[in-house]
């Protein structure tokens, strides 16, 4: 750690505590880790999707029917062969929900 902390020498002191603080964090995650892996597994007996997917988003991930506006495919099958690609068409700061398909590779 102390070698990543040196390549932010000459950086101001709030910058600095702020970076040497979630370090510290991270740090201390990551020992946690190690010492009780079990800590690391999600929950998936209650709980069907991964925390970072917002509770409104979930009846739209349950949906069969739902309507595709990009295809991931790298067969050039689908409007792209990069994900990338998809997240580049999406418009920036919209409140609208974009539903990428991202086929198996075949």
């Known amino acids: 750690m102390d070698t990543c902390m040196n390549g932010f020498g000459g950086t101001n002191d709030l910058l600095m505590g702020q970076i040497l603080t979630n370090t510290n964090n991270v740090t201390t995650l990551?020992?946690?880790?190690?010492?009780?892996?079990?800590?690391g597994h999600l929950s998936t007996k209650h709980d069907q999707f991964p925390?970072?997917?917002e509770q409104g988003d979930h009846?739209?991930?349950k949906i069969s029917n739902i309507t595709v506006d990009?295809?991931?495919a790298t067969d050039r099958s689908g409007n792209y062969t990069k994900?990338?690609?998809?997240?580049?068409?999406?418009?920036e700061?919209?409140?609208?929900?974009?539903?990428?398909?991202?086929?198996k590779r075949i």
């Open 51 to 53: 925390p970072w997917i």
């Open 93 to 103: 700061y919209s409140m609208k929900c974009i539903v990428v398909l991202v086929r």
């Open 70 to 72: 990009v295809v991931v």
């Open 30 to 39: 990551v020992n946690n880790l190690l010492v009780n892996p079990s800590l």
């Open 59 to 61: 009846n739209l991930l």
């Open 83 to 91: 994900v990338m690609g998809a997240i580049n068409v999406a418009p």
